[in-house]
């Protein structure tokens, strides 16, 4: 404060020479000490008169500094006075020099980053020279003015910018190719034959009428197209089969569907067990298939013959008890076979494969009865379970269909078209009165048998896609595979309604159709999943019981065999089948 007051008072010395003698006597009389002495000397200064008492109250205000001192504003003060120089505002601050900082830590700054100036930028101008940068690599210099660009006035590819004379996105300068005329003759500029916008083009043709050799081109493209579709009808893989054990008939004559008596347990009887049991350990593994298996079903009722189709384009047969051996392999599909289904008694079974054919085998001779197709790859397929409709059967196609053939004359004999997605399980309920279609349309429809109008459409926009379905063994319940992740059960009687309380989860599945069984007593939940594994829940806590690695690869399904306490039956896309008790 000393100082301030000897510069103000070096300053009143420095006035005119009629006020000489009062400055120096004012001088005189300054209480360094008192803050308040010098402020008689500003009105001095600025060359107006101020009253004391208004001097006193005024916030603190900055005192005009003699420049060639070097004295500065301090930078905490809130109000100036006079039209400081750039020098004194600019100037560094006071206080002792920080010898750690860095070159860029004590630069000026009023943001993070450094300091920014002030300026103002046309929103379209900035947008113009931004979309210039990215696409011809230059933009104008903002540090130079605009008025007197010359092409040493932009930065990034200069020599771009000078060829191109600066030129932005919104400023072409190639020339369009000409205009197309639409006039009547004459010259394009002549405005007397402009015919107006909507008249024709010079060159238009009013028939779009193929020329002779575009004509013959196309006939070749459709006759080929013709033929590939006719050779694919015509020609159906052959159909065979091999006997994989010696003697086709045993010492009685009875055939590998006769249901064996001597493996402990009554095959015949159509009472479940009482209670059934986790299954622990692997017991047998069935190998022969060279990729994965998609499908696995049981011999209807006594369950010991197993069915499997595969993508390697074979269906094979196999023994569940006594030796477990491969007993028959049928081959007719030309492509990965999708779905297997067998008839009531065994005798004969169903397989859809992505050749886009349906075939009927027999099960004892491994003869292919018939075949059926509608140019449409069949997703599943199911045998009326009634006795007296066993000539019938529907398929879940991929062009949203239900198609409904009977095996006697092989005509189609009903169509059920109403899914918005390819069909992916038919599921038969009620007493065979009914069945439940799911679809990649994340629906769930009722159908009566025969009536190809759904009496009821199940779809919430919390659904997902439900590509596997299972009937409980008492008939009450669905349970479905959905993509979600979770194991969803709907009531199979009267009102199909979802059962909240019954939501299984714990397993991954997204993306693959895993087939889901009950254990015949109906305390378990079974079913495969994405990562190989074997999940099993208890059926009234909803919890997640065991957890088997059963295959390398996805494990697709999963049969928990009608007669036994214990044994479940899965299988891979590893190309194994496997017996866990």
Request: proline share 5%; aromatic share 10%.
């Amino acid at each position: 404060m000393s100082a301030a007051v000897s510069s103000l008072v070096s300053y009143g010395s420095n006035s005119d020479s009629d006020d000489e003698s009062d400055t120096k006597t004012d001088a005189k009389k300054v209480d360094p000490n008192d803050p308040d002495a010098t402020a008689h000397l500003k009105p001095l200064q600025q060359g107006h008169t101020m009253s004391v008492a208004l001097l006193n109250s005024a916030p603190e205000v900055a005192v005009k500094e003699s420049v060639e001192t070097g004295v500065h504003l301090d930078p905490s003060l809130k109000e100036v006075t006079y039209n400081p120089t750039f020098e004194t505002m600019f100037a560094p601050e006071f206080g002792p020099h920080n010898p750690f900082k860095t070159q860029q830590m004590a630069a000026p700054r009023n943001m993070l980053s450094g300091y920014a100036e002030p300026a103002h930028v046309n929103d379209f101008m900035f947008e113009q020279q931004r979309r210039t940068f990215s696409t011809y690599g230059y933009a104008l210099d903002p540090s130079v003015d605009t008025h007197t660009v010359t092409t040493t006035g932009y930065i990034g590819a200069v020599e771009e910018a000078e060829k191109n004379k600066g030129l932005t996105v919104f400023e072409s300068g190639h020339k369009k190719s000409e205009k197309r005329k639409k006039i009547k003759g004459g010259e394009a500029g002549e405005i007397d034959n402009f015919l107006g916008p909507w008249a024709k083009y010079m060159d238009e043709k009013d028939v779009a009428k193929p020329s002779e050799d575009e004509q013959k081109e196309l006939d070749e493209i459709t006759a080929k197209r013709q033929k590939k579709g006719r050779n694919e009808e015509e020609a159906p893989a052959e159909e065979k089969t091999i006997l994989h054990v010696k003697d086709m008939y045993d010492y009685q004559g009875r055939s590998y569907l006769h249901v064996p008596q001597d493996v402990g347990i009554n095959l015949r009887s159509a009472e479940a067990p009482d209670k059934c049991y986790l299954p622990k350990k692997q017991i047998h593994v069935w190998s022969g298939h060279t990729k994965g298996v998609s499908a696995i079903r049981l011999f209807p009722s006594s369950g010991h013959l197993l069915l499997s189709s595969s993508m390697d384009c074979k269906i094979k047969l196999w023994e569940v008890y006594g030796e477990r051996r491969c007993i028959r392999t049928f081959i007719g599909h030309s492509k990965a076979v999708r779905d297997i289904c067998f008839n009531n008694t065994g005798t004969q079974f169903l397989s859809a494969a992505y050749d886009r054919y349906l075939k009927l085998w027999d099960t004892e001779t491994g003869q292919c009865i018939s075949r059926f197709t509608n140019r449409k790859v069949p997703y599943c397929v199911k045998f009326n379970p009634d006795e007296e409709k066993q000539n019938l059967f529907v398929a879940g196609m991929s062009d949203k269909k239900i198609v409904q053939w009977d095996s006697r004359t092989g005509e189609v004999v009903q169509e059920y078209d109403r899914h918005l997605g390819a069909v992916n399980t038919i599921t038969f309920v009620d007493e065979n009165r009914r069945f439940v279609s799911t679809s990649d349309d994340k629906s769930l429809r009722v159908w009566e048998w025969d009536i190809p109008v759904d009496f009821k459409y199940i779809a919430e926009p919390s659904m997902h896609s439900m590509p596997a379905v299972t009937l409980s063994p008492n008939g009450k319940w669905l349970a479905c595979q959905s993509m979600d992740n979770q194991i969803l059960i709907f009531g199979a009687q009267n009102r199909f309604r979802l059962n909240k309380k019954k939501v299984f989860k714990g397993h991954m599945v997204a993306g693959y159709a895993c087939q889901v069984d009950f254990s015949p007593d109906m305390s378990y939940v079974v079913s495969g999943d994405a990562d190989g594994k074997l999940n099993i829940w208890d059926w009234k806590t909803t919890k997640l019981y065991h957890r088997i690695k059963a295959h390398d690869k996805v494990c697709i399904s999963a049969l928990w065999h009608p007669h036994e306490t214990s044994k479940v039956i899965t299988c891979g896309w590893d190309g194994q089948i496997k017996l866990w008790d």
